[in-house]
T-cell receptor, first 110, second 118 residues
Framework: RKEVEQDPGPFNVPEGATVAFNCTYS??????FFWYRQDCRKEPKLLMS???SGNEDGRFTAQLNRASQYISLLIRDSKLSDSATYLC???????????FGTGTQLKVEL | GAVVSQHPSWVICKSGTSVKIECRSL??????MFWYRQFPKQSLMLMAT?????????EQGVEKDKFLINHASLTLSTLTVTSAHPEDSSFYIC??????????????FGPGTRLTVT
């Protein structure tokens, strides 16, 4: 079983739609959680950290369920510029190592 | 946010040659840098953790004699792919931690280097 699992998609949605991505992680000792965005042939960029209480940044909302070892990302009012691959990332312990999911591809269409 | 640069952006080399990739933190000092590899449609896989002034720590399955890492200063780490083969063709990305400010433990990624071995 992969340490971090995501549905690869692609998810094709019309502009203005609301879309949600899910991610599960296998290591219950994981402590820090993030969503990164990666555009084609580019480096990943931090979108937001994910906190137990849930957090929101503009059109983006992240949720963490530690009991189910499940992380979600909700994007409201999708824009064409949201088209990218969204990576679920987990840090286990206090160390440096980040474990990346394979990413979920989102395509926002007119 | 902090800036990390990588050079070259892309490189095409012949099988058997060696290629050096540079990773620089431009506006902060990075005691720790990380090297990742990403194959098409796959996730980023950590290859090694590079610590300034000491030997790199390699992940299981990564050959340290093939992927030479040098972290000689607080702003520069290099990855040399020795005797490259077509199966080494990949997207190599470095990242660095900035402990002087920003989000603790946040890693800033370089733009990546696309290596093609023919």
């Amino acid at each position: 079983r992969k340490e971090v699992e995501q549905d690869p998609g692609p998810f094709n949605v019309p502009e203005g739609a609301t879309v949600a991505f899910n991610c599960t992680y296998s290591n219950s000792a994981s402590q820090s959680f993030f969503w990164y965005r990666q555009d084609c042939r580019k480096e990943p960029k931090l979108l937001m950290s994910v906190y137990s209480s849930g957090n929101e940044d503009g059109r983006f909302t992240a949720q963490l369920n530690r009991a189910s070892q499940y992380i979600s990302l909700l994007i409201r009012d999708s824009k064409l510029s949201d088209s990218a691959t969204y990576l679920c990332v987990v840090r286990t312990g206090g160390g440096n190592k980040l474990t990346f999911g394979t990413g979920t591809q989102l395509k926002v269409e007119l | 946010g902090a800036v990390v640069s990588q050079h070259p952006s892309w490189v095409i080399c012949k099988s058997g040659t060696s290629v050096k990739i540079e990773c620089r933190s431009l506006d902060f000092q990075a005691t720790t840098m990380f090297w990742y590899r990403q194959f098409p449609k796959q996730s980023l896989m950590l290859m090694a953790t590079s610590n300034e002034g000491s030997k790199a720590t390699y992940e299981q399955g990564v050959e340290k004699d093939k992927f030479l890492i040098n972290h000689a200063s607080l702003t520069l780490s290099t990855l040399t792919v020795t005797s490259a083969h077509p199966e080494d063709s990949s997207f190599y990305i470095c990242s660095a931690r900035d402990l002087t400010g920003g989000v603790q433990y946040e890693q800033y990624f370089g733009p990546g280097t696309r290596l093609t071995v023919t």
